[in-house]
């Protein structure tokens, strides 16, 4: 995901010299150098931390603790914003580590952000001002769309619907795309059968203001193929069978978000 910001930023015209990037992995580094030469590196998290306006905090969850508590004890400018890009660390958890008065961003990203098509919900604690949010809303749209949600509880139904959410229709693309198979067609038509079709499908969605259903609806011919499969699909009880999905993937975000709260690794 740091690649992905930084890519971002890079193509949004921010300065490659003022992007600065601590990573102990040198192999990780030459990636990111390849963007762009001017790009800042360093070994050394603190030293980072220690002059940076905006400190995006891009690492696993399971480490966040250390990483974290460790930033947290050093002098870092007052001003200082600090974005957290890891599934399930909560603003609490975050306050723990810097302090109840830094000022804190919470952000779920996904995927798609590789490609500057992301979608990013944001979240911060109640004293952050207008334009440190405006700071954080500037880096996650380098990535793609950004929103913000007021209550902190809408961070894990954003985990379950965005965050995850590009596997659901990787799974989606990968069934199709076996049953094309079946049908008859060699495995790179089948491939982009089902991938155009889900691009196309996406665009129209994102272009039009018409209701989701509505566009169904305009697929759908009665008595025809279309028909056919949809009534398949809800006699298999695929709603249902969402719903489920989706709220297994929010509760796992409210056990990892806990985790972390009550200092689990």
Known sequence: MAQAIIRGLLQASHPAKKISVADPVPEQQQVIAELDGEIIFTNDNASLAEQCDVLVLAVKPQIMNTVASSLG????????????VAAGITLEAMSGWFGADSTLIR?????????????????ATSHVSDSDKD??????????KALWFDDEKLMDGVTAVSGSGPAYFYLVMEIMS????????????ARTLSVQTALGAGHVAATSDVELSALRKRVTS?????????????DSGIRDMFRTALQAARNRSLELG???DSGKN
Do not use: H, W
Request: hydrophobic share 35%.
């Open 73 to 84: 004890q050093i002098n870092r400018p007052a001003s200082q914003v600090v974005i957290s």
């Open 107 to 123: 952000v779920m990203p996904n995927q798609p952000a590789l490609i500057g098509e992301g979608m990013s919900g944001l979240c």
């Open 135 to 144: 700071q954080a809303t500037y880096i996650m749209e380098a990535t793609g």
């Open 178 to 189: 076996e049953i094309a198979e079946e049908f008859g067609f060699d495995k790179a038509t």
């Open 222 to 234: 009665p008595g025809g193929t279309t028909e056919a499969a949809l009534k398949k699909l809800e």
């Open 258 to 260: 806990k985790d972390q």
